[in-house]
């Protein structure tokens, strides 16, 4: 089992940035895929951004070269900082975890309860 706790949403201009953190606990973070997805309203879930243990990330189009995914492995921590805030990025974030065994990604999603995001003037 995994906890996963997300926190650093709230409002901000459009522009601005904020860093959003997500803790886990409950097995060896280090083993895991981390990802952020979000969803708006009356919208799909999608992926925002992934890392796989041994650190390679991937980014939706629609976030490149704005948004920035890392982990800190020996906090059990992953952060997603995202800078040049658009409106269009307003929606509930949300930390996601998998298992990985080596380039495989086995047994089940594990959602956190998600931090919203709003990003108006």
């Known amino acids: 089992q995994v906890q996963l706790v997300e926190s650093g949403g709230g409002l901000v201009q459009p522009g601005g940035s904020l860093r959003l953190s997500c803790a886990a606990s409950g097995s060896i973070f280090s083993n895991y895929k981390m990802g952020w997805y979000r969803q708006a309203p009356g919208k799909q879930r999608e992926l925002v951004a992934a890392?796989?243990?041994?650190?390679?990330?991937n980014y939706a189009d629609s976030v490149k070269g704005r948004f920035t995914i890392s982990r800190d492995n020996a906090n059990n921590t992953v952060y997603l900082q995202m800078n040049s805030l658009k409106p269009e990025d307003t929606a509930v974030y949300y930390c996601?975890?998998?298992?990985?065994?080596?380039?495989?990604?086995?047994?089940?999603?594990?959602w956190g309860e998600g931090t919203l995001v709003t990003v108006s003037s």
């Open positions: 890392i796989l243990s041994g650190g390679s990330t």
């Open positions: 996601n975890a998998r298992r990985q065994f080596g380039s495989v990604l086995v047994g089940m999603d594990y």
